[in-house]
């Protein structure tokens, strides 16, 4: 794709209204009072224009998480099917951190370079334990959903350069025509 057409392509998706995402933080220990990085998460969304619809804080549970995200991409029912899902927590090799199991299984396309670029970029915060990270991304559906890493620089560091930049974009590409 040449930079022409990507930036027709954000001109065009800058017109749409702001994108509806959800907030998913994954964790077993975080409360709505501690959660900095689902704050951080709502914060950066919130001035880039976009609306948060959901909000919840779920146990490190696959079960739990495969079911959340899938009614939230309306695979269930669910009242508010959002554009774009967003989790935070999980995506380590601990035992606990089951989200990389639980959501790719549900993605119909996998978007690679998410991953491959946010280690990338984490490598140059926090060197080789960036190899650690199991961010992902890709769609549900219509509806995409990232994965990234519960800590605050995580969050920063997909928000700010992968996330934000390409959101709009992202959901007009999902939802144009042939």
Sequence with gaps: MSSQSTEHH????AKLPPVSVAI???SDTRTEETDESGKLIHQLLEAAGHRIDVYIILKDDPEMIRETVARLAGELPHPAQVQAII????TGIAPRDGTF???SE????????FGEIFRMLSYQEVGAAAMLSRAIAGLCE???????????NA???AMEKLIIPELAHLVWE???KK
């Design 142 to 152: 219509k509806t995409f959903v990232f994965c990234i890493p519960g800590s605050v």
């Design 10 to 13: 954000r001109r065009e998706a």
């Design 87 to 90: 989790t935070n927590g999980g």
């Design 24 to 26: 998913l933080t994954i």
């Design 174 to 176: 999902a939802n144009r």
């Design 106 to 113: 549900l993605l119909s396309r996998e978007l690679p370079g």
């Design 155 to 157: 969050v920063r560091i």
């Design 101 to 103: 199991e639980a959501v």
